[in-house]
């Protein structure tokens, strides 16, 4: 099953992006047979990360939640919040590469 997460990260937490980047991206890699499609948001094309959206294949809400609360931008309070949502796409035969 295909869920969504969609964080928002805490106010003034820039240090914290900073200082967890690197231990961040080594936690997707290592999930990445079940976090298909992480990446950071912003409000504007250049602005600063205020958040993240993960695509994730997994077996159950609990699953998910697991995965995102283990991250160690959640673990370390990067993370303000998150919301979770089953994910369906519009035409599953058609192949996207991005």
Do not use: N
Not at 9 to 30: G, N, P, Q
Not at 31 to 56: D, S, Y
Not at 65 to 91: M, N, Q, S
């Amino acid at each position: 099953m295909r869920w969504i997460a969609i964080f928002e990260d805490k106010a003034d937490a820039l240090a914290l992006r900073e200082r967890f980047t690197a231990e961040h991206m080594a936690y997707l890699d290592a999930h990445r047979e079940r976090i298909l499609l992480p990446g950071g948001m912003r409000p504007v094309p250049g602005g600063a990360l205020q958040g993240g959206l993960w695509v994730m294949e997994v077996e159950s809400r609990e699953e998910a939640v697991r995965l995102c609360e283990d991250d160690p931008f959640f673990r370390h309070g990067l993370r303000h919040t998150y919301r979770l949502a089953v994910w369906g796409k519009a035409f599953p035969d058609r192949r996207v590469t991005l």
